[in-house]
């Protein structure tokens, strides 16, 4: 299904039946029925009945360098799916972004360079939508809806607002606060089934489902599909270099915590050398169950040790298994030029292309422009569609 044209829907009657104009990006044809009935309607959504390939959805904040959790967690996944049998949407969130402090002088760049690391993991914008979030304005206009619809219970219980917040709550944004409905507007925006995300975005993705379901519930109407967290590949929550019960991440103050996509061969060598691990040798592969998995104890017990081995597994496309039954009985002193070899050999080839690509922003910017508008083609007749529900009077 691919995107292409500018059509509307028209609808005929205040309560009834609308007829549909072509509607390329949705797959809709003219004569496409609705079934609209009165009062406490229920609408089957025209929009979804017509959909022929699940709809990913997922998104990447500019707030800083793209980290090898990143790219192993979400983007190397987000690759990989558009090639199956889905229609990917991939969008740098700058209005989630600013929901911490952001230097306006860096934003844009920032937002340019995510857009870069995308393209240089060979996300296709002729094959996915790729763009900026700004620049799809529903984005936003769905949010305070959904501000109105998500309870402040349910905010309450976000693990990573209290994370983020920490002590000084009271001196956050409000929008660090609402980020959650935000960020289920930009799902259901797209009527989208599939959220690729990396472990630690679980907790929003089945808050956006409770948001879905309580508009579809309060409006009486079966409108937003609830969406799918979709979390696979070895390396679903990629920890710190420095401490292996935390996540690695752009905002940790510890540049040795992170690789970044954009460190040369020497930094990454560097940081894998000076990773901490601990005094015992690598066991064999007799501690990989069945089911391919290694079990929390013995993982909890060498934290540090596991994470590099996963990210080994991950680079390399290969099992636990066979990683283990190779490196047997060594230290990290045999393991880590190891590791540090395959990660300069897999992301070297992506940070070069990410400089090549910055180098030209004039080409970046084409990029997100045209992908806004290919969104806005989706997100525009959905929006129409929410405001005629909620009881907006059309403009
Ligand atoms: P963000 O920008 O923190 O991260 C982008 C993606 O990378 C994954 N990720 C990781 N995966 C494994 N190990 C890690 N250490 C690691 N660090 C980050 C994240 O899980 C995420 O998939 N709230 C989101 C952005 C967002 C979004 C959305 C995602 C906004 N709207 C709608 C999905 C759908 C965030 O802050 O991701």
């Not at 205040?14 to 496409?32: E, M, N, Q, W």
């Not at 740098?92 to 911490?100: E, G, K, R, Y």
């Not at 870069?116 to 996915?128: C, F, Q, T, V």
Request: aromatic share 8%; charged share 25%; glycine share 8%.
């Amino acid at each position: 299904m691919k995107e292409g044209g500018n059509s509307r829907f028209i609808f005929l009657g205040r309560s009834h039946c609308a007829a549909l104009t072509v509607f390329p990006a949705l797959g809709l044809r003219k004569d496409d029925l609705c079934n609209r009935g009165r009062r406490r309607f229920r609408w089957s959504c025209p929009i979804r009945k017509f959909m022929t390939r699940e709809r990913v959805f997922s998104g990447i904040q500019p707030s800083g360098g793209v980290t090898l959790g990143n790219y192993l967690g979400a983007i190397r996944n987000w690759e990989r799916l558009q090639h199956q049998n889905y229609d990917c949407i991939y969008c740098m969130v700058d209005l989630h972004a600013i929901t911490v402090w952001q230097d306006p002088k860096l934003l844009a760049d920032q937002t340019r360079q995510v857009t870069a690391a995308l393209l240089a993991s060979g996300i296709d914008p002729n094959i996915s939508i790729v763009f900026h979030q700004s620049a799809v304005p529903e984005h936003a206009q769905l949010a305070w809806i959904l501000n109105c619809v998500a309870r402040l219970g349910w905010l309450n219980r976000m693990t990573q607002f209290k994370e983020k917040a920490g002590k000084d709550r009271e001196k956050v944004s409000l929008g660090l606060y609402a980020y959650p409905a935000l960020q289920a507007a930009d799902v259901l925006i797209y009527h989208a089934h599939q959220v690729p995300v990396g472990e630690d975005q679980k907790q929003h993705v089945e808050l956006m489902r409770d948001i879905g379901q309580k508009f579809n519930h309060d409006f009486g109407v079966d409108f937003f599909p609830l969406p799918n967290a979709m979390i696979f590949g070895g390396s679903t929550r990629v920890m710190s270099l420095r401490d292996g019960r935390k996540k690695m991440s752009k905002s940790d103050p510890s540049e040795m915590s992170r690789i970044n996509m954009t460190d040369d061969a020497d930094a990454i060598a560097q940081k894998i050398r000076k990773a901490k691990t601990d005094a015992a040798t690598l066991p064999g592969p007799e501690v990989v169950g069945d089911d391919g998995k290694i079990s929390t104890e013995i993982e909890e017990a060498r934290p540090e040790a596991f994470n590099l081995l996963r990210i080994y597994s991950t680079l390399s496309d290969r099992s636990m298994a066979s990683i283990l039954a190779e490196f047997e009985g060594k230290g990290f002193g045999d393991f880590k030029p190891a590791l540090a070899d395959l990660a300069i050999e897999k992301l070297g080839g992506i940070s070069a292309e990410m400089r090549r690509l910055e180098s030209d922003p004039a080409e970046i910017d084409r990029v997100l422009a045209e992908g806004a508008i290919k969104a806005r083609r989706i997100t525009a007749p959905i929006l129409e569609e929410i405001y005629r529900i909620v009881g907006f009077l059309k403009a």
